[in-house]
Each structure stands twice: as structure tokens, then as C-alpha cells.
């Protein structure tokens, strides 16, 4: 089963520095999602990237999908206190409705 | 903006007890989901729910759950005999179009946090 895994780090970082989590998945995918969680909140919407793209940008966040390596990078950059939450990626199963998410990068932006 | 919202926030149950979460998806959108998240785990596919009936569901979907559409807008998941394993974030989720082949983003509620004692 295709799932969304990304790299087990916990970043902690300093405010206005960049921060890169990673992502794999195992099938192929039409196309990946990023998604932020507060603590004890519900999940939001980042950013969607197509199978046939590349690279997309919405603001301070820069996702990359390599369908060849089947993995996907999140780019947060000049980051803010704000920021601080955990970061999951999930991948559609093709053709069908379900997210799989992976197991979420917590990221700590100290101001 | 339009939202997912979900209500209670905070249940806490005894186990063996019945309980329902309710859910409002965005009023245009046609596939609605739960999913749950147990403290410090990953996020889980439940079911999706699709035209007033179950279109898929996954194997923690047992018969201890189920799903209703009960009107034009809410969505509720019940649990019919809670057990303590149950505890955990449970999250509603609404999308425009198929969440897959959609290429669309989900919406999601900010989840009723269950507990069960």
C-alpha cells in the first residue's frame, strides 16, 4: 500500500531560518500534499503538487516532488514563530479517495 | 471562508458507551471522511462516504462503526461500544471531488478529541 512517510527528524530552528522536511512514498501517486498541524488542532491545507510537476510555490513554502525517487521536499523559508507545528505529507491512493499520511515532522521555531 | 466544523470538541465517554460525532462539511462539497489520529500516531483513514453511502472504508472501520448523512448537512460518526483504544483525535473531512482522482485538496474540521475511561 502506498503511504506517506517522511524522514523521522524533529527540526528546531531559529526564526528567519529555512527549514526542509522530507517526504517518500511507495506507488505511484497523481499527486502529494503537505499539510500543517497545530498542537491539538485540526489539519490544514498547504500546498498540492501534481504528479507532473515538478516544483510549486505558495509564499514562504517551496514543495519539490521527484517522481522517479518517489519523494518530496517542503521548504519553509525566513521562518517565524508561528511555523512551529508538525508538518505531515499525503499521498492519494491512485484512483481512489483515502489520504495516507505519514508520520509528521515537528518543527520548533525559536524566536 | 468556508469550514468543516465539528462538534464536540472534547467528548469523554465510558467505555462501552455509544457515542456520535457530528460534523458540518462545506455546503458544496460532495465526499465527506473521518479519519482519526491516536496521541503521538499517524493519521488514519476511517471511511468516505460519497451519493448518501459508504464508497470505502478501511479495516479499523469494524462493525462497532457507522456512518450517517442524517440531513443536508450534517455528518455524523457513531461508535456503538466504545472501547478505550477508541481514544483519539477523530477528524471530518469534506472535498469538492474525488479525494484521489480529484487532484483536489481536503478540507478538514479541527476535530472532537474522544476519550474514552
Known amino acids: 500500500s502506498q503511504q506517506g512517510e517522511e524522514d523521522p527528524q524533529a527540526l528546531s530552528i531559529q526564526e528567519g531560518e529555512n527549514a526542509t522536511m522530507n517526504c517518500s512514498y511507495k506507488?505511484?501517486?497523481?499527486?502529494l500534499q503537505w499539510y500543517r498541524q497545530n498542537s491539538g488542532r485540526g489539519l490544514v491545507h498547504l500546498i498540492l503538487?501534481?504528479?507532473?510537476?515538478r516544483e510549486k510555490h505558495s509564499g514562504r513554502l517551496r514543495v519539490t516532488l521527484d517522481t522517479s525517487k518517489k519523494s518530496s521536499s517542503l521548504l519553509i523559508t525566513a521562518s517565524r514563530a508561528a511555523d512551529t507545528a508538525s508538518y505531515f505529507c499525503?499521498?492519494?491512493?491512485?484512483?481512489?479517495?483515502?489520504?495516507?499520511f505519514g508520520k509528521g515532522n515537528q518543527v520548533v521555531v525559536i524566536p | 471562508e468556508p469550514e468543516v466544523t465539528q462538534t464536540p470538541s472534547h467528548q469523554v465517554t465510558q467505555m462501552g458507551q455509544e457515542v456520535i460525532l457530528r460534523c458540518v462539511p462545506i455546503?458544496?462539497?460532495?465526499?465527506f471522511y473521518w479519519y482519526r489520529q491516536i496521541l503521538g500516531q499517524k493519521v488514519e483513514f476511517l471511511v468516505s462516504?460519497?451519493?448518501?453511502?459508504?464508497?470505502?472504508k478501511s479495516e479499523i472501520f469494524d462493525d462497532q462503526f457507522s456512518v450517517e448523512r442524517p440531513d443536508g448537512s450534517n455528518f455524523t460518526l457513531k461508535i456503538r461500544s466504545t472501547k478505550l483504544e477508541d481514544s483519539a483525535m477523530y477528524f471530518c473531512?469534506?472535498?469538492?471531488?474525488?479525494?484521489?482522482?480529484?487532484?483536489?485538496?481536503?478540507?478538514f474540521g479541527q476535530g472532537t478529541r474522544l476519550t474514552v475511561v
Open positions: 473531512a469534506s472535498t469538492p471531488l474525488a479525494g484521489g482522482r480529484g487532484n483536489t485538496e481536503a478540507f
Open positions: 499525503a499521498t492519494p491512493y491512485y484512483g481512489n479517495n483515502r489520504l495516507a
Open positions: 455546503s458544496n462539497h460532495l465526499y
Open positions: 503538487i501534481r504528479s507532473n510537476e
Open positions: 506507488t505511484s501517486i497523481n499527486n
Open positions: 462516504f460519497y451519493n448518501n453511502e459508504i464508497s470505502e
